[in-house]
């Protein structure tokens, strides 16, 4: 916090290089494509060894250096190791996506604890070892760098029309983290910013045990992997932290907002000595 933003801001990313988690499929992958297209170098991860793989071949003509490692980012070792490698193979890191993510959806009451151990152990501890040991990479030098982790429009609203509320517990964490990584980031020079997406189409509902008729149907209407990933790119360089994607949700996080705000307004006055938090 102390340290002066003498860091040059994001501009562009031609000769950047950039860490993907969920590299293989999704919004991962246009991710890759998109930074690729724009001159990014690319360090690849996925749980998915035969997914990567394919994603390898599908970048190579892009001509990019492009390093894959397959991982379970609900590891840190694996995590740990991972950075150490597209390090040691790529040199400096410039932006990190930890994108990885699994639906879970379900009543509450109706999800093991196996369930609730891997929505938080994806969903939740792979941003929070992106946070580990990918945030150092950008730390060790003076060049921009960009650190994004996907959220959820379910990471601010959960939607009563999906029983998704595991997820969404998932993605306000992912939310929070932001949130309090940009703050300690403030005057680094390093740039956070939390992907929110509304429905995206991607094979995400296919992979999963859990959704329901109603998630996959918005999912299979959802807007294009490729469209999210350049408005992504084009918020990141200018600087936003909350980044969208098209969504229906305004009107309930409005209603949202104005219950806790209204409640906010019926709480005890402030007394004298109360801390003002
Ligand atoms: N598709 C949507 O509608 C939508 C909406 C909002 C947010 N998101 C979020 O976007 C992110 C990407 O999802 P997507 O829609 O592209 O789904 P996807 O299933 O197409 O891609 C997710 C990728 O993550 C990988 N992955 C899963 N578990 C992993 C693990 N333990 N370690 C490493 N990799 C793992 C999968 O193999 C897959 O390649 C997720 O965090 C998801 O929650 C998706």
Redesign the pocket.
């Known amino acids: 916090m102390t340290q002066s933003d003498s860091r040059p801001r994001l501009q562009d990313f031609e000769g950047k290089t950039a860490i993907i988690?969920?590299?293989?499929?999704?919004?991962?992958l246009a991710l890759a494509e998109a930074l690729a297209a724009r001159g990014a170098d690319l360090a690849l991860?996925?749980?998915?060894a035969r997914?990567l793989d394919a994603a390898r071949k599908r970048l190579a003509p892009t001509g990019r250096r492009i390093c894959t490692r397959v991982?379970?980012?609900?590891s840190d070792a694996d995590v740990r190791d991972a950075a150490a490698e597209f390090e040691a193979t790529l040199g400096r890191i410039h932006l990190v996506f930890n994108?990885?993510?699994?639906?879970m959806s379900g009543e509450l009451a109706s999800l093991s604890e196996q369930d609730w151990t891997r929505a938080f152990g994806?969903?939740v501890f792979?941003v929070i070892h992106g946070i580990r040991h990918f945030l150092p990479l950008l730390r060790r030098h003076g060049e921009p760098a960009h650190f994004v982790s996907?959220?959820?429009?379910?990471g601010l609203w959960v939607n009563g029309d999906f029983p998704m509320g595991a997820y969404a517990a998932t993605?306000y964490s992912v939310v929070a983290l932001s949130e309090a990584l940009e703050q300690e980031l403030r005057g680094t020079g390093i740039g956070v910013s939390v992907l929110c997406?509304?429905?995206?189409k991607?094979?995400?509902a296919e992979?999963s045990n859990h959704a329901s008729e109603s998630f996959r149907a918005a999912?299979a209407t959802?807007t294009a992997?490729e469209l999210v990933a350049s408005h992504t790119l084009e918020a990141m360089r200018a600087g936003e932290f909350y980044i969208f994607t098209p969504t229906r949700m305004r009107p309930r996080l409005e209603a949202r907002f104005a219950r806790i705000l209204d409640a906010l307004e019926r709480a005890p006055a402030v007394t004298t000595g109360m801390a003002a938090t």
Do not use: C, E
């Open positions: 988690t969920g590299a293989a499929s999704g919004i991962g991860a996925d749980i998915d997914g991982l379970d980012v609900s994108n990885a993510g699994i639906d994806i969903n792979g996907t959220a959820s429009g379910a993605k997406p509304g429905p995206v991607t094979p995400i992979r999912v959802g992997p």
